[in-house]
Structures are given as structure tokens and as C-alpha cells.
């Protein structure tokens, strides 16, 4: 056998072992939201809440598969046990759950409206005087009185796609959202660099903040493999790789958010 089929032959076999290691290998699949950017950026395939997830889950010797929608079918396929964990949910709609010791995402939901709208919000029921859009399951992951506000408000929306819900409110349909302000620069930041002739996007914003951070903690169907995460999170702690992470989120944003 000449030096050329001895490679060939090593290669054949580096890649059998390496493929029946991965089989071998344990898989989580993880259910996400896929409108939340820069914790979700689904066409990338990455995200601050992905990326650590991943790395966590990674150092344990555990894969992930991730599936895409928006939050309501996310939360219902662990319920149904189509996926093995989420983390935009809560103890009430996902009662089963094992939850994670530290946050995965920290979130802080505001009411953005424009300034020329001179709208007046002071507290959370005056949210029912206007048309709101806020993002899929708002009204149940959100602390109280907001659910029961918006059951009772004149026009409330919830987005799968919170991109719309930006579209929205600067073309007049919504009159305030309620969405995490990085998520909302991200999403203008966007319209902006595809739409730079539109005076309408150069309209300046309000923020009015009434709400407590939200922190989401991810949710497992196993505590066996919540209790990996734990595990792997503590490690890319200690080891730099979370705050690497971190790190490199904060230059993108600083790059590509329009101020």
C-alpha cells in the first residue's frame, strides 16, 4: 500500500471513530424563541443565550440541538416533551420543571413610545388607554398587574416576531411597546441600516421604565441535566469562556447598534 492510500485509509478511520464518539455523546434540545436578538439570532445560529448554553452544556460533554418558534409553541412542546429545555418561561406555565441556579438571560422589559406622540404613562394600568404591542406570552411572563391590565385594554397585541412589533409602532398601529430595550435598538438599529431614507425611523423615542429586570432561568424536563448545566456553567465561569462570551456580544453591539 503506497504512502497516499495509507492516508486515506487513516482518514477513513479518524472520521469513523470521531463520528461514532459523536453518536455516542449525550443531546439536549433546547426550545427557543427566535426573535430576541442578541440573546436569539436564529439566522445566525448564535446569541448570548445560545452561546452560553452551548458552552455550559459543552464542558459536560453534552450536545445541543436547538428548535426555533416563538415562545407560546416553545413553552407547549415541553409540556408535550417534544424538547428537553427552554428558558423563556416560568414555574406557572412550565410547573414541571427543574430550573437552573443562575440566570441564563437577564432581560429588562420597557414602555418605548415615540416623543411626538406625547404619550402619558406613569404606571402600569395607564397601559390600558393605549394600543400596546408587547412580545409572545407578555401577559403571562410578565409580574402582575400587566396581565390583568391588558385583558381589560382597549387594543393589546402580542408578536412572534418582534421586528413587527417595532414596524408597528413607528407606522402608527401601536401607540407603545413593551419589550427589552436592547431587543428594541437591535430591531430599529436593522430598519434603519435597510431603510436610511425613511425620516420615519429617525423619530426619537421615550422609554418609561416600570418594570423590574426580568431574569430567566433555563428549564429542564431532567434534573440530571439541569444539575449538568449547573455544573458547566459554574465551569465557564471559573474558566473565562462566560465572560469571553459576554465580551464579544458587547463589541458587535457597539458596532452595529445605530445610536
Do not use: W
Not at 413607528?170 to 430595550?181: A, F, P, T
Amino acid at each position: 500500500m503506497n504512502q497516499k492510500s495509507c492516508l486515506i485509509v487513516v482518514l477513513l478511520i479518524l472520521s469513523f471513530v470521531s463520528s461514532s464518539l459523536l453518536a455516542q455523546q449525550p443531546v439536549v434540545t433546547l426550545g427557543s424563541g427566535s426573535s430576541m436578538p442578541p440573546y436569539v439570532i436564529r439566522d445566525k445560529g448564535r446569541g448570548i443565550a445560545l452561546d452560553v448554553f452551548r458552552a455550559a452544556m459543552a464542558v459536560t460533554g453534552i450536545r445541543v440541538n436547538t428548535r426555533y418558534a416563538n415562545n407560546a409553541e416553545v413553552v407547549r412542546a415541553f409540556n408535550e416533551r417534544h424538547v428537553d429545555a427552554v428558558f423563556v418561561t416560568s414555574t406557572r406555565l412550565t410547573p414541571d420543571a427543574f430550573f437552573s441556579r443562575l440566570p441564563l438571560a437577564v432581560l429588562h422589559n420597557l414602555v418605548v413610545s415615540l416623543d411626538d406622540e406625547q404619550v402619558d404613562i406613569e404606571q402600569v394600568s395607564d397601559l390600558a388607554n393605549y394600543r400596546t404591542g408587547a412580545f409572545k406570552l407578555a401577559a403571562k411572563l410578565m409580574p402582575p398587574p400587566f396581565g390583568e391590565v391588558v385583558a381589560g385594554a382597549k387594543d393589546y397585541r402580542e408578536y412572534a416576531l418582534q421586528i413587527e412589533q417595532v414596524e408597528d409602532l413607528y407606522r402608527g398601529d401601536r401607540q407603545v411597546l413593551v419589550m427589552d430595550k436592547t431587543i428594541f435598538r437591535y430591531f430599529l438599529s436593522q430598519l434603519k441600516r435597510k431603510n436610511p431614507r425613511n425620516p420615519s425611523y429617525q423619530r426619537e423615542v421615550h422609554f418609561d421604565d416600570l418594570f423590574e429586570k426580568r431574569r430567566y432561568h433555563a428549564a429542564f424536563r431532567s434534573e440530571a441535566m439541569r444539575d449538568q448545566f449547573d455544573k458547566g456553567f459554574d465551569m465557564i465561569r471559573e474558566n473565562g469562556r462566560y465572560e469571553r462570551i459576554l465580551r464579544t456580544y458587547e463589541n458587535l453591539l457597539a458596532d452595529y447598534l445605530v445610536r
